[in-house]
């Protein structure tokens, strides 16, 4: 019996603001958090933060990685993981 084994390509990472007021994100894994203020994210580039006022997700689509957000963006940050960045004793001793 044959099968079929899907492999998924890996996700690219593209951030592109127009303006202050759109924002496309593509290689979202997941919407971690979400409010007016702000938006927590999981992208394969690491975890994004995106600040702003008047926030909308207008399109969400993990199965595609992408996110379409409306509003008065005043930050796009990223966050380094806990394992990039290493423990508080290698970082005071290494």
């Known amino acids: 019996m044959a099968y079929e084994v899907s492999s998924l390509a890996p996700l690219s990472h593209r951030v592109q603001l127009e303006g202050r007021e759109s924002l496309a994100v593509s290689g979202v894994e ?52 806990a394992a990039q960045r290493g423990s508080l004793l290698s970082r005071l001793f290494g």
């Open 30 to 81: 997941d919407v971690v958090r979400f409010d007016e203020g702000y938006i927590v994210m999981t992208t394969c580039a690491g975890t994004m933060i995106v600040t702003g006022s008047n926030l909308h997700i207008g399109k969400l689509s993990l199965d595609g990685g992408e996110l379409h957000v409306d509003g008065h963006i005043d930050a796009i940050q990223y966050e380094e993981s």
